[in-house]
Structures are given as C-alpha cells and as structure tokens.
C-alpha cells in the first residue's frame, strides 16, 4: 500500500523527467515546404525500394 509520501514522490519524478523532454522549436510562421521535383509516383517508387 502506497503512502502520501510515495505518492509524491513518484509524482515529482515524473514531473521532472517531463520537464526535462524538451519540445523540438517551432517553424516560423512564414515557413513553407520547398517542392522536390518529384511526382508522387516517382516518390512512391523510391520508397517501395528503400522498404524493399
């Protein structure tokens, strides 16, 4: 049977290693993908062959 204090404990490691994830940086808002040239087909075949 877990007590308070175990209780917080767990709580405070948890909070800690949440804290500690850090969150990658967000894109500017002005940002757009640049297009690759590729059709989908042709995107679709390059995967299918890197899956094999």
């Known amino acids: 049977m877990k007590n308070k204090t175990q209780h917080q404990q767990a709580k405070a ?19 757009a993908p640049q297009p690759c040239g590729l059709s989908r087909e042709e995107l679709r075949e390059i995967v299918a062959e890197m899956m094999g």
Request: charge should be positive.
């Open 13 to 31: 490691q948890w909070d800690d290693a949440a804290a500690r994830r850090a969150l990658p940086p967000k894109s500017p808002p002005n940002w």
